[in-house]
């Protein structure tokens, strides 16, 4: 069954320092890659994407993410964390063939911004 | 992209009621779709509303409980019924829109935090 994993479940960091949000994914093939973020008592904002094409994929706010074929993962990261940046991260794949109709989504990373 | 609503934001309910969730976008869309997020839980796919029929259930959810409209491309409702307090969520709507380089976004509405007393 497909699925996705966030080994972080909470990660702090300080403010201005980088950060790496990891992020595995089992399916059979490929599938689309997204990265979202979800802020206190906000709707999910998506940051990137990765449908094909170049594996490192820019986003908003200053994030990237890099998808690695070999080790099944896609990662995020930015090389300076503002407070702003605290919040909920989820992961999310979809599958290719049939169609885009439903994310399946990680268990999410919370980030904490220390001053 | 999108911009999408829901109605109302969050609600306080007895036990044995329902609620019905309102969903409106701004744009017509192909697809929209319904997902749960249980307390410091991920999101988890319900249904996908289809315009002009049933709604598509995913596994472990089902229309008695989950009652969906979807009466046209920008607007679609979504029941819960007959609530238990293990019903306490956030209910969030998305859909499928152009934008950010693609066709193939999902964007999600603000969602409605429920609480089951």
């Known amino acids: 069954a497909q699925s996705v994993t966030q080994p972080d479940i909470h990660i702090t960091v300080s403010e201005g320092a980088s950060l790496e949000l990891r992020c595995n994914y089992s399916y059979g093939a490929t599938p689309y890659l997204f990265w979202y973020v979800q802020s206190p008592g906000q709707g999910l904002q998506l940051l990137l994407k990765?449908?094909?094409?170049?594996?490192l994929v820019q986003g908003i706010k200053g994030f990237e993410a890099e998808f690695k074929r070999s080790q099944s993962s896609f990662n995020l990261r930015k090389p300076s964390v503002h407070w702003s940046d605290a919040a909920e991260y989820f992961c999310?794949?979809?599958?290719?063939?049939?169609?885009?109709?439903?994310?399946?989504f990680g268990a999410g990373t919370r980030l904490a911004v220390h001053p | 992209s999108a911009v999408i609503s829901q109605k109302p934001s969050r609600d306080i309910c007895q036990r044995g009621t329902s609620l019905t969730i309102q969903c409106q976008v701004d744009s017509q869309v192909t697809m929209m779709f319904w997902y749960r997020q249980q307390p410091g839980q991920s999101l988890t796919l319900i249904a996908t509303?289809?315009?002009?029929?049933?709604?598509?259930?995913e596994s472990g959810f089902v229309i008695d409980k989950f009652p969906i409209s979807r009466p046209n491309l920008t607007f679609s409702t979504l029941t819960v019924s007959n609530m238990s307090p293990e019903d306490s969520s956030i209910y969030l709507c998305?859909?499928?829109?152009?934008?950010?380089?693609?066709?193939?976004?999902?964007?999600f509405g603000p969602g409605t935090r429920l609480t089951v007393l």
């Open positions: 990765y449908f094909s094409g170049d594996t």
């Open positions: 509303a289809n315009q002009g029929s049933e709604a598509t259930y």
């Open positions: 998305s859909v499928v829109a152009g934008g950010y380089g693609s066709t193939d976004t999902q964007y």
């Open positions: 999310a794949v979809a599958p290719i063939s049939g169609g885009y109709n439903k994310l399946i």
